[in-house]
């Protein structure tokens, strides 16, 4: 058992380590307190804790940044309905439209905004996504927020036989 004080109050049998994977690295302690520690803090008699060093946790994390600053141009959102085969699930429609929408020089964020399926009809539902959309170097005009919905349109239509509704 390593010589650090947050392993003292622990039963050495009933308990354990933490400690990242591959490295070994040692972040603290999992398990029940030993029967001193529990009765001196008037503790129940079946009563486990941790301890883990923040600072050693943060340590092991790896040192990436994912930080992207906002645009400083307005962005927009358009709504899109697609009449797709009921047995076509949300995982595929955003796949395609992720797929679609990879060549563009924007950012966009896919949403759902909800399904429609009509009584009298069992095969088709309706299915509304809201694209978030914004470029990093300038402001995104109607045409050219209409011309990426067309081919998400266009690309649904050929990869699993949607309509645009």
Request: no cysteine; hydrophobic share 40%; charged share 20%.
């Amino acid at each position: 058992m390593p010589d650090f004080p947050v392993v003292k109050p622990y039963e050495p049998t009933r308990s354990a380590f933490v400690s990242v994977k591959g490295t070994g690295l040692f972040l603290g302690m999992v398990g029940e307190f030993k029967d001193s520690v529990r009765k001196q803090m008037k503790l129940p008699t079946h009563v486990a804790g941790f301890e883990i060093g923040v600072k050693e946790l943060a340590d092991a994390i790896p040192d990436v940044s994912f930080y992207a600053p906002l645009s400083s141009y307005p962005g927009t959102q358009k709504d899109i309905t697609l009449r797709i085969a009921v047995d076509t699930n949300y995982k595929e429609i955003l796949f395609l439209t992720e797929e679609a929408l990879q060549k563009e020089n924007v950012e966009i964020i896919v949403a759902p905004v909800g399904i429609y399926q009509s009584e009298g009809d069992l095969t088709h539902k309706n299915i509304t996504l809201r694209l978030y959309l914004t470029n990093h170097e300038r402001t995104i005009t109607t045409t050219e927020a209409n011309t990426i919905i067309q081919h998400v349109v266009e690309t649904a239509k050929v990869l699993i036989g949607a309509e645009h509704s």
